[in-house]
């Protein structure tokens, strides 16, 4: 359906900050990037995946509680990529983060209701830590 490529991760101290990219490409059928909605997920080791934000088509957007006020979502149509602003990172931020879309129009609720996303980026590393 579609290609999804994260970049961006690494390792970082407390307190500092990371941009996540996530470059969508290989659209099947008549499908652009305008017509996903995508999200952020992160899962950290010997823990369940946990949602971190969403964007919708109308850039709508929704933090889980952990990350609201340090992180931003945003999407880029002039380059068909994903962000995940992440400031003043904590140490339980360590996760592998991956990036998810779905063509449903509102990811927000598929991720409150933890439904299936058609799309999944390999994932990438984030370590916080001093």
């Known amino acids: 359906l579609v290609k999804l490529v994260e970049s961006g991760g690494g390792s970082v101290q407390p307190g500092g900050s990371l941009r996540l990219s996530c470059a969508a490409s290989?659209?099947?059928?008549?499908?652009?990037?305008?017509?996903?909605?995508f999200a952020w997920f992160r899962q950290a080791p010997g823990l369940e995946r946990e949602g971190v934000a969403t964007?919708?088509?109308?850039?709508?957007?929704s933090y889980g509680d952990s990350v609201k006020g340090r992180f931003v979502i945003s999407r880029d149509s002039t380059n068909d990529t994903l962000y995940l602003q992440m400031n003043n990172l904590k140490p339980e931020d360590t996760a592998t983060y991956y990036c998810?879309?779905?063509?449903?129009?509102?990811?927000?609720?598929?991720?409150?209701?933890?439904?299936?996303?058609?799309?999944w980026g390999q994932g990438i590393q984030v370590a916080v830590s001093s």
């Open positions: 998810a879309a779905d063509l449903s129009g509102d990811c927000a609720w598929l991720m409150e209701h933890r439904k299936h996303f058609a799309g």
């Open positions: 290989g659209y099947t059928d008549v499908y652009t990037f305008t017509d996903f909605c």
């Open positions: 964007i919708n088509n109308d850039y709508y957007t």
